[in-house]
């Protein structure tokens, strides 16, 4: 038996940390919204073992691994797994490919064996292998609180069109948090207001640990959307638009500028991942 799913990135529309937690992670208060830009997964159900098969050099156990082994031990079936993944998503860009990928993976094989198990059941066990993984099990607009796996689904807003901009650097998150604590310790606590679309309390330690985004940055402002942010602890820009045409036209722009990034122009999705026709 086999399933294809489409596994949708996300975007941080806005980003708020709220310090430092005891378990060294820290706690933020963010919306965030997933976007039509996707990776696809083939998943098969095999006889033993966990087989996972992409183009990423990683070194253990990635987090599509680890869901599917989490999702047979809770099952406790004596079935394995083949799961192929075809990247699409930029990966160390702040757009929660690998998270949503475990997402996908999760759901997935929680159909192929039934019965289904309850839906906060499946996000506990997501929660367990990633921040992110409640968010794409929900999809859609969301404000994320604790680590991430806090997940209060919202409204989704007017029609909107993302132009994403990756550049070809790859952000190192722990550092681009640790430059956060730095900055916090010297400022003090961090503020308790609102966060307006595209602020991002990220962005400042991103742009000190990695200045060679700056420019990809300052493009960005200059596109004259709605508003523009950056995703998570990036290294991806996104812009947003009322109307495609806008989109389009901003993103053939930075095509023009940035020979090496990738530009995508994305539209919202309500949900985290899509099942495909087989193949």
């Known amino acids: 038996m086999s399933v294809r799913v489409a596994a949708y990135a996300k975007l941080n529309l806005s980003l708020r940390v709220l310090g430092r937690r005891t378990d060294g992670y820290h706690e933020i208060d963010s919306e965030v919204q997933t976007i039509d830009l996707a990776d696809r997964l083939t998943i098969d159900l095999a006889a033993t073992g966990v087989l996972v098969e992409n183009d990423l050099a990683l070194e253990g156990p990635d987090l599509v691994e680890r869901a599917a082994v989490a999702l047979l031990r809770r099952k406790e079936r004596d079935r394995g797994v083949q799961i192929r993944v075809e990247k699409r998503i930029p990966i160390g860009a702040g757009l929660g490919g690998g998270s949503s990928d475990a997402a996908a993976v999760l759901r997935a094989l929680d159909r192929l064996l039934s019965p289904e198990l309850p839906f906060d059941v499946l996000c506990a066990i997501g929660a367990e292998i990633g921040s992110d993984v409640p968010l794409f ?25 993302f132009v994403v901009l990756v550049p070809p650097i790859h952000c190192a998150t722990a550092a681009i948090y640790a430059r956060w604590d730095e900055l916090s310790a010297a400022t003090g606590p961090p503020r308790a207001s609102e966060p307006k679309p595209g602020e991002n309390d990220l962005l400042r330690p991103a742009l000190d640990v990695h200045p060679e985004i700056v420019p990809y940055h300052d493009a960005m402002r200059s596109l004259g959307a709605g508003y ?12 947003a638009f009322a109307e495609r045409a806008l989109a389009e036209r901003a993103a053939a722009v930075l095509e023009s500028r940035f ?3 990738d530009v995508f122009v994305c539209r919202p999705t309500d949900v985290g991942h899509r099942t495909l026709e087989a193949p």
Not at 138 to 151: F, L, N, Q, T
């Open 137 to 161: 099990l929900h999809g859609g607009r969301a404000r994320i609180g604790g680590r991430g796996e806090r997940v209060q689904r919202l409204p989704r807003p007017t029609a909107e069109h």
């Open 228 to 239: 523009h942010g950056m995703s998570g602890s990036g290294s991806s820009f996104y812009s």
């Open 259 to 261: 020979d090496a990034a």
